[in-house]
């Protein structure tokens, strides 16, 4: 089984959380899909966790989602597209196969975090190291892409939607 970080939480699954200072600037979520099983800390109103299947379930709301780094990465960040109003956080690995098919193109904007982000293990202390990859946080939804643009979160911002006259146009990516 593929893993991202040097250890594992005690029950063997990889659940990592998101840093607490990253979802200080983001404000409030109405459901986390994929959240940790035990958390020092809420990321939502509402949370699914493995035992949930969060993936099968119906979604609402504004929409958190640091999905499990694995082979059903893309899955969760397509739902999270079709869903059109969430916040997801994953690794800047543009080349791969889920920012082909489910961000470019679709996502309102990308927020690439500055450095590389510590996650934290589910008894809420924090990862001796980093990630080891870079970081972006990807809106759906032109309100969340205002808030990633606006959130004070250090990195580089890229919009790929514009509101004109009240309506969104998404700007052009060439498919590869």
């Given at each position: 089984m593929p893993h991202t970080f040097d250890n594992r939480v005690e029950n063997g699954k990889e659940e990592w959380l998101t840093p607490p200072h990253i979802l200080e600037h983001l404000g409030s979520f109405d459901l986390d899909p994929c959240a940790c099983?035990?958390?020092?800390?809420?990321?939502?109103?509402?949370?699914?966790?493995?035992?949930?299947?969060?993936?099968?379930?119906?979604?609402?709301?504004?929409?958190?989602?640091?999905?499990?780094?694995?082979?059903?990465?893309?899955?969760?960040?397509?739902?999270?597209?079709?869903?059109?109003?969430?916040?997801?956080?994953?690794?800047?690995?543009?080349?791969?196969?889920?920012?082909?098919?489910?961000?470019?193109?679709?996502?309102?904007?990308?927020?690439?975090?500055?450095?590389?982000l510590c996650f934290y293990h589910s008894n809420g202390q924090q990862a001796r190291f980093n990630g080891g990859a870079p970081s972006v946080l990807i809106a759906f939804g032109a309100a969340n892409a205002l808030c990633l643009k606006t959130s004070g979160i250090a990195g580089a911002w890229v919009g790929t939607t514009e509101l004109v006259e009240g309506v969104q146009i998404h700007h052009a990516t060439a498919a590869l």
């Open positions: 099983t035990s958390r020092p800390w809420d990321t939502a109103r509402l949370h699914y966790t493995i035992a949930d299947n969060g993936l099968s379930k119906q979604w609402h709301g504004r929409v958190w989602c640091n999905p499990p780094y694995g082979s059903k990465i893309g899955q969760w960040v397509s739902k999270c597209a079709e869903h059109g109003n969430a916040i997801v956080l994953i690794f800047a690995r543009t080349d791969t196969r889920t920012f082909f098919d489910s961000i470019f193109g679709r996502a309102d904007g990308m927020l690439f975090i500055k450095g590389r």
